[in-house]
């Protein structure tokens, strides 16, 4: 598929699946990995197109030691956009202890907290998250 089939599928999807309309606002999860970038860049070049609002967060896990240069590299694509961003972060090692859960789930149960927070602070109708083949 070519970057232009991607682009006319991915508004195809928000019009007709999701019912994305004209003036809605959507958050973008950035994870600042390849897929979260890429959904980035399609959602802003669609967004003229669609009447879009976009506005980008990140949630830092506090997983590794970079982590913190992640949150800036996505801040970062977000301003490159002109986009609002919002950061925020959470000890999901802590969190997972406390609940008896594993990092994945620990860490998913902390960003979407996050990014609903974020979206309803934003009065965002709609929260997208990219996911490639791989995810499970």
């Given at each position: ?78 301003a490159a956009r002109s986009l609002p961003f919002s950061a925020g972060s959470g ?46």
């Amino acid at each position: 598929m070519t970057p232009l089939e991607l682009r006319a599928r991915v508004g195809i999807f928000l019009r007709t699946v999701a019912g994305v309309r004209a003036g809605d606002r959507l958050l973008v999860a950035l994870s600042g990995g390849l897929d979260s970038a890429v959904l980035l860049d399609l959602l802003a070049g669609l967004r003229r197109e669609l009447g879009l609002d976009l506005r980008a967060a990140h949630f830092d896990h506090q997983l590794r030691a970079g982590s913190a240069a992640d949150s800036r590299f996505a801040a970062e694509l977000a301003a490159a956009r002109s986009l609002p961003f919002s950061a925020g972060s959470g000890d999901v090692a802590g969190h997972a202890r406390l609940h008896h859960l594993s990092l994945e789930a620990a860490a998913r149960q902390l960003r979407y907290a996050f990014l609903d927070e974020a979206a309803q602070a934003a009065g965002c109708q709609y929260i997208a998250l990219a996911h490639h083949a791989d995810d499970q």
